[in-house]
T-cell receptor, first 110, second 114 residues
């Protein structure tokens, strides 16, 4: 599976857009980019996933570069409840396993 | 409400004892998973099951056992053979194991063995 690289931590002011980057330079053609987040001592929560087109849902937007070697998760109006560890995962279609790295610890500042 | 339940939230055991962690889902999902999380680390897959009466080892299955007698239940037993059992254990499910769908996670059980 392709490896991902994320910053260890980030801060964002409440009400601003939070932009979380992820590098996945070895991604292959059949691998999807998934984002999950984990609020302290809870189970991870699915946010969004995509293959090559940008995606948007009620929680976030996912921007994938044209070469697919990196992506950005955007939380448009961050709230204090968005403070969590955010995991970027590359997953081949047909693979049952999610391989979690250490993620980015996002702290929303009041 | 539909979802995944894990019980108990906190569990304490003495070294040398087997312990079984419960995971139940009412989402009618075929696939279920067990992960382990150590402090400051990501999740690692222990076992998964794609269908009733079938399961496969994940990356760190040694010292663990599972059963899948019912679609909605996937209990995990941490045996005395597991060298470092203290961890946060997470159960997940998805409609199937094809990788097409996201996984839904339970709230977790924090196991402490002394």
């Amino acid at each position: 599976d392709a490896k991902t690289t994320q910053p260890t931590s980030m801060d964002c002011a409440e009400g601003r857009a939070a932009n979380l980057p992820c590098n996945h330079s070895t991604i292959s053609g059949n691998e999807y980019v998934y984002w999950y987040r984990q609020i302290h001592s809870q189970g991870p929560q699915y946010i969004i996933h995509g293959l090559k087109n940008n995606e948007t849902n009620e929680m976030a937007s996912l921007i994938i570069t044209e070469d697919r070697k990196s992506s950005t998760l955007i939380l448009p109006h961050a709230t204090l409840r968005d403070t969590a560890v955010y995991y970027c995962i590359v997953r081949p279609l047909g693979n049952e396993k999610l391989t979690f790295g250490t993620g980015t610890r996002l702290t929303i500042i009041p | 409400d539909g979802g995944i339940t894990q019980s108990p939230k906190y569990l304490f055991r003495k070294e040398g004892q087997n312990v079984t962690l419960s995971c139940e889902q009412n989402l009618n999902h075929d696939a279920m998973y067990w992960y382990r999380q150590d402090p400051g680390q990501g999740l690692r897959l222990i076992y998964y099951s794609q269908i009733v009466n079938d399961f496969q080892k994940g990356d760190i299955a040694e010292g663990y056992s599972v059963s899948r007698e019912k679609k909605e239940s996937f209990p995990l037993t941490v045996t005395s053979a597991q060298k470092n059992p203290t961890a946060f254990y997470l159960c997940a499910s998805s409609p199937d194991a094809s990788g097409t769908y996201e996984q839904y996670f339970g709230p977790g059980t924090r196991l402490t063995v002394t």
